[in-house]
């Protein structure tokens, strides 16, 4: 089992800065792939970012490519999400996510993630 807890969240102006944290229990941290994902009103979640479990590689989405940045440090059994110049679309609820399916390096897909967190509301004002 591993109990994930994200911070950091918040209301910021366009073009400002967050960054948010997820924390987990356990001593296998280092054995999950972790994601990010977001969640704005009406409309379905939304993959964000990845990392593996060394945290060696990342994948972002197109839309946040240049502008949010995911870091893991696996010592203090945390990721990050590093996010700068926001816009009022990143608003939504942000989410983390551990998973650790067998042969997967990291994945954008949400079923493949075993453990959520239970979020943090990031609010970009214009």
């Known amino acids: 089992q591993v109990q994930l807890v994200e911070s950091g969240g918040g209301l910021v102006q366009a073009g400002g800065s967050l960054r948010l944290s997820c924390a987990a229990s356990?001593?296998?941290?280092?054995?999950?792939?972790m994601g990010w994902f977001r969640q704005a009103p009406g409309k379905e979640r939304e993959f964000v970012a990845a990392i593996t479990r060394s945290g060696d590689s990342t994948r972002l989405t197109n839309s946040v490519k240049g502008r949010f940045t995911i870091s893991r440090d696996n010592a203090k059994n945390t990721v990050y999400l590093q996010m700068n110049s926001l816009k009022p679309e990143d608003t939504a609820v942000y989410y983390c996510a551990a998973g650790n399916w067998a042969g997967t390096s990291y994945t954008v897909v949400g079923n493949r993630y075993a453990y959520w967190g239970q979020g943090t509301q990031v609010t970009v004002s214009s």
């Open positions: 356990g001593r296998t941290f280092s054995s999950y792939y």
